[in-house]
T-cell receptor, first 113, second 113 residues
Framework: ETGVTQSPTHLIKTRGQQVTLRCSSQ?????VSWYQQALGQGPQFIFQ???????GRGNFPPRFSGLQFPNYSSELNVNALELDDSALYLC????????????FGPGTRLTVL | SQKIEQNSEALNIQEGKTATLTCNYT??????LQWYRQDPGRGPVFLLL?????KEKRKERLKVTFDTTLKQSLFHITASQPADSATYLC????????????FGGGTRLMVKP
């Protein structure tokens, strides 16, 4: 059984650019959630995907979008990057539609210059 | 919206003592509450989950209590060890919020030998 993996590990972009982050969920999990974690703060919920449909969204603008694929892997896309988007982006997978423990990946560290 | 407060100041204790971390929340009572451990540069790791109809949960040296009247959860680590040093995050889930998991800011625990 493999855990949650994320790619890339680190990424540097400039303001206005677009970025795509990827996540492979743990085997047997059909739900993927994305979080943004600024330095020294707790993770902030961006959105959740369950069986390829968005199943909930936090207080993030539409330039944050996502996809979930038939194998339950997922992508997070951010358009028109801003300096404040610099953070650790975490992906978490879970079963039962996200109503139980979540298994987090190691995260992608995004720096926007 | 749900707000979760954890002591932002680091908790320093001596090895062998019991560490007690606090999580307070406002507004609606959550369906359940989870505790995670996060080490620097890594994703959170699930520790314990307690449901709204449970008062206490134990796992090895860990104990969580849940008081829906006080809107508070306490997280205890007994016989603490230096390896327990990490940031501990509390997270709440409300079924009426699309399974959105809301995290507190975390409390950093330092166990000194």
């Amino acid at each position: 059984e493999t855990g949650v993996t994320q790619s890339p590990t680190h990424l540097i972009k400039t303001r206005g650019q677009q970025v795509t982050l990827r996540c492979s969920s743990q085997s047997g999990h059909n739900t993927v959630s994305w979080y943004q974690q600024a330095l020294g703060q707790g993770p902030q919920f961006i959105f959740q995907y369950y069986r390829e449909e968005e199943n909930g969204r936090g207080n993030f603008p539409p330039r944050f979008s996502g996809l979930q694929f038939p194998n339950y892997s997922s992508e997070l896309n951010v358009n028109a990057l801003e300096l404040d988007d610099s953070a650790l982006y975490l992906c978490a997978s879970s079963g039962l539609g996200g109503r139980n423990e979540q298994f987090f990946g190691p995260g992608t560290r995004l720096t926007v210059l | 919206s749900q707000k979760i407060e954890q002591n932002s100041e680091a908790l320093n204790i001596q090895e062998g003592k019991t560490a007690t971390l606090t999580c307070n929340y406002t507004n609606y009572s959550p369906a359940y509450l989870q505790w995670y451990r996060q080490d620097p540069g890594r994703g959170p790791v699930f520790l314990l989950l307690i449901r709204e109809n449970e008062k206490e949960k134990r796992k090895e040296r860990l104990k969580v209590t849940f008081d829906t009247t006080l809107k508070q959860s306490l997280f205890h680590i007994t016989a603490s060890q230096p390896a327990d040093s990490a940031t501990y995050l509390c997270a709440l889930l409300q079924y009426n919020a699309g399974n959105m998991l809301t995290f507190g800011g975390g409390t950093r625990l330092m166990v000194k030998p």
